[in-house]
T-cell receptor, first 120, second 115 residues
Framework: AQKVTQAQTEISVVEKEDVTLDCVYE???????LFWYKQPPSGELVFLIR??????QNEISGRYSWNFQKSTSSFNFTITASQVVDSAVYFC?????????????????FGKGTKLSVIP | KAGVTQTPRYLIKTRGQQVTLSCSPI?????VSWYQQTPGQGLQFLFE???????NKGNFPGRFSGRQFSNSRSEMNVSTLELGDSALYLC??????????????FGPGTRLLVL
């Protein structure tokens, strides 16, 4: 069975601080996918990133960066120089590889989310 | 380019009734996925459709069903509503099915309250 743990329920930072959101996962699959989503107060989910289990390169996109470490089963998300607009709930998710084959049933497991508040 | 639209935005039903929610993907997108979000269970994947065929399915009872039309619009149906079906139902569209390079775009959701 898959499991995604986001141990930080809520985080508050002051604007311009860096913040890291932790995500630890459990899976028996050797091929899997990891995701991050953002849900601002408006409620609309925003897809941020998808990473497959064979690509351990860190990813940087503007102020966002992701650190994937298979050895510790973690896929952490860092926001550099946080802004008020970054205030949202962030979800980490894990899916098995069947998502690509359209095999019918597959597991996509979300973490409980981390609520980030950036204070001006 | 118009985003993903979901109708209705809010809905109140009573136990035992059935409900149909609609999702119109971004023009040109052929893949639609549905998710349920509740305070207790969090976010859960319901199903994914591509070119009118269900490709993937989450772990939900048969009361939850869906379909996709030739214009890529999708509907999901919940029969015999239960209190626990109260949730925010989110729809996402992408050009192709879930894959390496696909970015999903989400709609604003339909908030369903079952009394």
């Amino acid at each position: 069975a898959q499991k995604v743990t986001q141990a930080q329920t809520e985080i508050s930072v002051v604007e311009k601080e860096d913040v890291t959101l932790d995500c630890v996962y459990e899976t028996r699959d050797t091929t899997y996918y990891l995701f991050w989503y953002k849900q601002p107060p408006s409620g609309e989910l925003v897809f941020l990133i998808r990473r497959n289990s064979f690509d351990e390169q860190n990813e940087i996109s503007g102020r966002y960066s992701w650190n994937f470490q298979k050895s510790t089963s973690s896929f952490n998300f860092t926001i550099t120089a946080s802004q008020v607009v970054d205030s949202a709930v962030y979800f980490c998710a894990l899916s098995d590889s069947r998502v690509l084959s359209g095999a019918g049933s597959y597991q996509l497991t979300f973490g409980k989310g981390t609520k980030l508040s950036v204070i001006p | 380019k118009a985003g993903v639209t979901q109708t209705p935005r809010y809905l109140i039903k009573t136990r035992g009734q059935q409900v149909t929610l609609s999702c119109s993907p971004i023009s040109g997108h052929r893949s639609v996925s549905w998710y349920q979000q509740t305070p207790g269970q969090g976010l859960q994947f319901l199903f994914e459709y591509f070119s009118e065929t269900q490709r993937n399915k989450g772990n939900f009872p048969g009361r939850f069903s869906g379909r996709q039309f030739s214009n890529s619009r999708s509907e999901m149906n919940v029969s015999t509503l239960e209190l626990g079906d109260s949730a925010l139902y989110l729809c996402a569209s992408s050009l192709y099915p879930s894959g390496e390079q696909e970015t999903q775009y989400f709609g604003p959701g339909t908030r369903l309250l079952v009394l």
